[in-house]
């Protein structure tokens, strides 16, 4: 289900609620076993719930639901590295645990695909069976992070892995209990109209702008919660369709109603297309690449 939009961007500022978080993200997959057999045992998510086609996983002993994994066994191969997702962020509390995650991955053999010190925090980077990227890492305390001009100073530096190890680790027995997704990294065709839709109209705030081709924004003092670039080699005016593989849909956690409906009435006001569900408190619109929004009211995080 799609919410095209029904006018133009807002060219004024808009300030959703700094309380609003990133809560989940959904993938539609090709090989529903598979992929949920990579999320369990090279990852350490539990499987809370499975039904209509879309497995809901995360944290078990919290009911922390982070990814859902939508079947969809016609989906066009490799079509999840066009327009889309770049690469999901989850953030471990600890540097331990992050050591923990990385000795774990190198016992299985499990690739990794990079890994980076970007100032605010140390990542590494792995790619799941069917192309997606994940990050996962830990995040310096805020009085350490690299600041300039009240923007993030970031930088790209390889993180040795054998060093962060050698501070300390422990047996790897699943994703740890706080661990959230922090941020999602989109590559979008129109990088201009993109920025616009998300600091003009749902007001997301510009945190680093170094790197080429690329804005990483947030609504609070976090580093970034969202990521636009215009890196992918295949790009080019493709919008996400439903039979695309990858990145369905993003779920933010609001925390009143009262800011549900003042995001409300700012996009009712701008003439853009959204669904409202005021018995489920939740608002859906669809971003210039085709990408779902959720914004929900809810005390446990869904996807």
């Known amino acids: 289900m799609k919410f095209f939009m029904g006018g133009s961007y807002d060219m004024e500022n808009f300030s959703l609620d700094p309380k609003i978080q990133l809560a ?14 990579f999320y369990q045992r090279v ?25 859902g994994l939508i079947y969809l066994p016609e989906g066009e191969e490799g079509s999840n590295n066009r327009t889309g997702l770049n690469h999901i962020a989850y953030v471990f509390p600890e540097r331990f645990q992050l050591a923990s995650f990385v000795h774990h991955l190198l016992q299985m053999n499990y690739p ?14 792995i790619t799941d069976p069917e192309g997606n990227r994940l990050s996962f ?14 923007k993030i100073d970031g930088v790209t530096k390889e993180l040795d892995l054998y060093r962060m190890m050698g501070a300390g680790y422990g047996e790897y027995t699943g994703v740890p209990e706080d661990t959230k997704l922090g941020s999602i990294h989109l590559s979008v065709d129109d990088l ?3 920025y616009d839709f998300y600091t003009k109209t749902l ?12 804005h990483y924004l947030t609504l609070n003092e976090y580093h970034h919660q969202i990521a636009l670039s215009a890196w992918s080699p295949t790009m080019g005016d493709h919008y996400i369709e439903d039979e695309d593989l990858g990145v369905d849909h993003i779920t933010f956690k609001v925390p009143s109603f009262e800011s549900l409906l003042q995001l409300k009435e700012h996009l009712e006001d701008k003439n853009l297309a959204v669904y409202f569900n005021k018995g489920k ?7 210039p690449n085709g990408i779902q929004m959720w914004f929900m009211v809810f005390e ?3 996807c």
């Open 24 to 37: 989940s993200i959904a993938i539609k997959v090709k090989d529903i076993d598979k992929m949920v057999g």
């Open 137 to 150: 890492s830990w995040d310096r305390p805020k009085d350490q992070w690299p600041l300039l001009d009240g």
């Open 281 to 287: 408190k939740i608002i859906g619109l669809t971003d």
């Open 43 to 67: 990852v350490g998510l539990d499987l809370i719930n499975e039904e209509n086609d879309m497995a809901i996983m995360g944290i078990g002993s919290k009911k922390s639901k982070l990814l």
């Open 192 to 194: 201009d109209e993109s």
């Open 203 to 214: 007001g997301f705030e510009l945190k680093d702008d170094d790197f080429i081709n690329a």
């Open 112 to 125: 990794i695909d990079g890994t980076s010190d970007h100032g605010y925090c140390e990542a590494i980077y």
């Open 300 to 302: 446990k995080i869904p």
